[in-house]
C-alpha cells in the first residue's frame, strides 16, 4: 500500500511544471529497488540459515502479517524453521563426521581382518602343533629303527665274524678262515697235510650246513677223548660226558664217554699236531710219515685208520670223499703266507688240471677222472681252489676279467671263441681238445685271444 501511494503521489508531481520528471525518476528508482531486494533474498536464501536469521524470517513475517494475521501459523512456520535448522545441522555435522567414521571402519576393518588372520594364525598353530609333534615322533622313531637296525646289524656282524672267522667260499659254511689257517700252521710246522685235517673236521664235526654240539660247545672238531695227561695243556680247558657211538666188531654200539674241552678251534686244530698225533703210534707209522713226506693227504688218512685213530670201517673213504667234494687237497704243501696273499690259488688250479691228464674228452662232461670238455675241466680245475665259475666258455669269458695274454699268470683261464684252457706258465697250457683226443698239456698261447682272471 506504501509503494501504491508513493507511486500516486510521484505521478501527481509529475504533472506540475516545476516537478516534471519526478514520477519516470520514482518508477525508476522504485524498479531499481525492487531488483536490489530480490537479489539480497536470493543471496540470503542460497547462504546458510542460521537459528537468528530463522528467527528473524518469522518474525518479519509475523511483521507482516501484524496482529491480525494468523498466530498459530506464524509459530507453526517457526518449529519448522528450527527443526529445518537441526536437521540441517545434523546434517552437517554427520558429513564432518562421515571421514572420521570412514577412517573408523576402516580401522575397524582392517582390526577385523587382522584379528580374523591372528585367529587363523592360531588355529593354523594350534592345529600345526599336533600333526608337527605326531611327525616329529615319526621322525624320531625312524631314526631310532635306523640306529638300532645299525646297532643289531654291528653286533650280529661281530657274532657272525667272531663265529665264522670269514668262512671261505667252496668250502662248508662252517669251515672258517681261522680253522684253515691253523691247519696250514700246523702243515708247516709238524708236517700233517691241511687238507686230510680239514677233511677230518668235516667228517668228525660237520652236520649239515653247522657244526656239532661237541664241537661248538666245547670246541672238539676231532672227537678226542679224555686222557688225564691232557690236564697240563695249555689248549685243554677240561672235559664233558656225551653220548657216542662206536663200531666194534662190525656192530655199532651207544656208549657213554669222556670227551676233551678246548679253550678254541685253533687250540683243538694244534693240539690234534702238537700232543695227540705226537703219540708214538701216530709218529711212528709208517703211512703218516710218507703222508709227511710227500705232503699228501690221501697217505694220511690212510695211515690215520691203520694207527687205530678211528673204529669206523668206511673212515678213510669218508675222508676221501671230503677231500673230492670240497677240493681239500689243494690245501696240501701250501704256505699259510700264500694263503693269506691269494698266490696259492693259482698253484692249486694248475695241480688240479695236472690232476685230470690222460682224462678223456666228453662233450658237456663234468666228471673228473671220468669225462670233461674244455670248460667241464676250467670249472673243475677252479673248484678245487673254492673258486666258482660258470660253467660253458663263453659264460667264464664274461663273468672274469680280460687280461692281455703277456700278463697271464699260472692258473689264469686262456680263451679264445669256442675254446678255454689253464695256463700252467711260460708258453704252455693244459686243456681238453676235442672228441676222441685226452687232456693233455700244449704250447703257443698265441691260440687264444686273451686270459681271463678271477681272482
Known amino acids: 500500500m506504501v509503494a501504491f501511494a508513493a507511486d500516486a503521489a510521484a505521478e501527481e508531481a509529475d504533472d506540475s511544471d516545476e516537478l516534471e520528471g ?48 494468523n498466530a498459530k501459523a506464524a509459530e507453526k512456520k517457526a518449529a519448522e524453521a528450527r527443526r529445518a535448522q537441526s536437521r540441517r545441522t545434523w546434517m552437517r555435522a554427520r558429513a564432518a563426521k562421515a571421514p572420521e ?33 605326531a611327525l616329529a615322533g615319526v621322525l624320531c622313531f625312524v631314526l631310532a629303527v635306523l640306529v638300532v637296525s645299525q646297532v643289531m646289524s654291528a653286533i650280529f656282524g661281530f657274532w657272525k665274524n667272531e663265529a665264522a672267522k670269514a668262512s671261505l667260499d667252496g668250502l662248508p659254511p662252517y669251515i672258517t678262515m681261522e680253522m684253515v689257517e691253523s691247519a696250514l700252521e700246523c702243515q708247516e710246522r709238524y708236517g700233517h697235510p691241511a687238507g686230510c685235517t680239514l677233511a677230518q673236521i668235516v667228517c668228525e664235526s660237520g652236520t649239515g650246513d653247522h657244526l656239532s654240539l661237541l664241537a661248538e660247545r666245547d670246541k672238539n672238531l676231532f672227537g678226542i677223548k679224555w686222557a688225564s695227561s691232557f690236564l697240563g695243556c695249555p689248549e685243554v680247558a677240561g672235559k664233558s660226558s656225551w653220548a657216542t657211538s662206536e663200531e666194534y666188531g662190525g656192530q655199532t654200539v651207544g656208549i657213554m664217554a669222556d670227551f676233551t674241552v678246548f679253550k678254541g678251534h685253533r687250540e683243538c686244530i694244534v693240539f690234534r699236531s702238537r700232543v695227540l698225533l705226537a703219540n708214538p703210534r701216530y709218529a711212528g707209522n709208517a703211512l703218516i710219515c710218507q703222508a ?156 687264444f685271444t686273451c686270459a681271463i682272471r678271477y681272482r
Not at 577385523?112 to 600333526?131: D, F, I, Q, T, W
Open 292 to 447: 709227511i713226506a710227500e705232503k699228501d693227504s690221501d697217505k694220511m688218512a690212510e695211515g690215520l685208520k691203520d694207527a687205530g685213530y678211528a673204529t669206523s670201517s668206511d673212515y678213510v673213504a669218508s675222508l676221501k670223499s671230503a677231500m673230492d667234494a670240497w677240493g681239500l687237497r689243494r690245501f696240501d704243501g701250501m704256505s699259510l703266507e700264500d694263503f693269506r696273499s691269494g698266490a696259492a690259488d693259482g698253484g692249486a688250479i694248475v695241480a688240479a688240471a695236472v690232476g685230470q691228464l690222460g682224462v678223456p674228452y666228453v662233450w658237456g662232461g663234468t666228471t673228473p677222472g671220468v669225462g670233461l670238455d674244455c670248460s667241464g675241466l676250467t670249472q673243475y680245475c677252479y673248484a678245487q681252489a673254492g673258486i666258482p665259475i660258470p660253467r660253458n666258455s663263453e659264460d667264464q669269458a664274461a663273468s672274469g676279467r680280460r687280461v692281455p695274454l703277456s700278463e697271464a699268470r699260472p692258473g689264469d683261464i686262456l680263451w679264445r671263441p669256442g675254446h678255454v684252457a689253464i695256463y700252467v706258465g711260460g708258453d704252455e697250457y693244459i686243456h681238453e681238445p676235442h672228441t676222441g683226443d685226452v687232456c693233455r698239456r700244449a704250447s703257443g698261447i698265441a691260440y
Open 101 to 133: 567414521s570412514a577412517t573408523a571402519a576402516k580401522v575397524a576393518g582392517e582390526g577385523a581382518r587382522k584379528g580374523v588372520a591372528k585367529a587363523l594364525a592360531g588355529a593354523a598353530a594350534s592345529a600345526a602343533a599336533p600333526v608337527a609333534g
Open 22 to 69: 519526478t514520477g519516470s525518476i520514482w518508477r525508476a528508482g522504485h524498479a531499481g529497488s525492487r531488483i536490489l531486494g530480490r537479489r539480497r533474498y536470493a543471496d540470503a536464501a542460497s547462504a546458510p540459515r542460521t537459528a537468528a536469521t530463522e528467527s528473524e524470517a518469522a518474525a518479519c513475517v509475523a511483521k507482516r502479517t501484524g496482529p491480525k494475521g
